[in-house]
């Protein structure tokens, strides 16, 4: 069964610092992958996919991800974080084919934006 | 935003007792799913749904069963509330799996007691 692992379960950073989010995931067949944003009391919301193509995917909010086949990673970045930026973040993973296609979810990482 | 909503939006129940949770989209997706929220869980999937009357089981559907008689509503049933089923529940829609974002709701609080 696919596994997603989201190596941290919070990380603290300063206003306008870089920011990395992690997800490892354990399938050896093609993928499509996600990030998602969930703000306090709200749902979650897709911030970008990764579907095919250039591995490097831009998403909303500056945020941007890149995909690497040969570690089964696809790591969150964004360069400068806001206050607001501060939420929890899912890793999603579903597979092209000979597997499931409904995502399977990381834990989350919480992101912690101090001023 | 996407059209979907989730009644009740807080409940608090007693042990043993049945509830119902009820997601209605207006976006025609074939897809629908229910998924609860655990501190240290993540999102994990109870149940979902692929038309009308057809479902299947997530990775944690014990003590949960759903319905669903028309595409725009996807029932969620705790027969038999137990604590442990204290949790927040998202439903989500998508057109279908595979490379489509899923969509969610805004999320129901259940507390059993």
């Known amino acids: 069964a696919q596994s997603v692992t989201q190596l941290d379960s919070q990380v603290p950073v300063f206003e306008e610092a870089p920011v990395e989010l992690r997800c490892n995931y354990s399938s050896s067949v093609s993928v499509y992958l996600f990030w998602y944003v969930q703000y306090p009391n709200q749902g979650l919301q897709l911030l970008l996919k990764y579907l095919s193509g250039s591995t490097l995917v831009k998403g909303i909010n500056g945020f941007e991800a890149e995909f690497n086949k040969s570690q089964t ?22 597979e092209k084919a000979g597997g499931s296609y409904i995502p399977t979810f990381g834990r989350g990482t919480s992101l912690i934006v101090h001023p | 935003d996407a059209g979907i909503t989730q009644s009740p939006r807080h409940k608090v129940t007693e042990t043993g007792t049945p509830v119902t949770l009820r997601c209605h989209q207006t976006e025609n997706h074939r897809y629908m799913y229910w998924y609860r929220q655990d501190p240290g869980h993540g999102l994990r999937l109870i149940h979902y749904s ?25 029932l969620l049933t705790l027969e038999s509330a137990t604590s442990s089923q204290t949790s927040v529940y998202f439903c989500a829609i998508s057109e279908s799996t595979g490379s489509y974002e899923q969509y969610f709701g805004p999320g129901t609080r259940l507390t059993v007691t």
């Open chain 1, 73 to 94: 990673s696809f790591h969150l970045r964004k360069p400068s974080v806001h206050i607001s930026d501060t939420a929890e973040y899912f890793c999603a993973v579903s």
């Open chain 2, 50 to 74: 692929y038309g009308v009357k057809d479902t299947d089981k997530g990775e944690v559907s014990d003590g949960y069963s759903v319905s669903r008689s028309k595409t725009e509503d996807f």
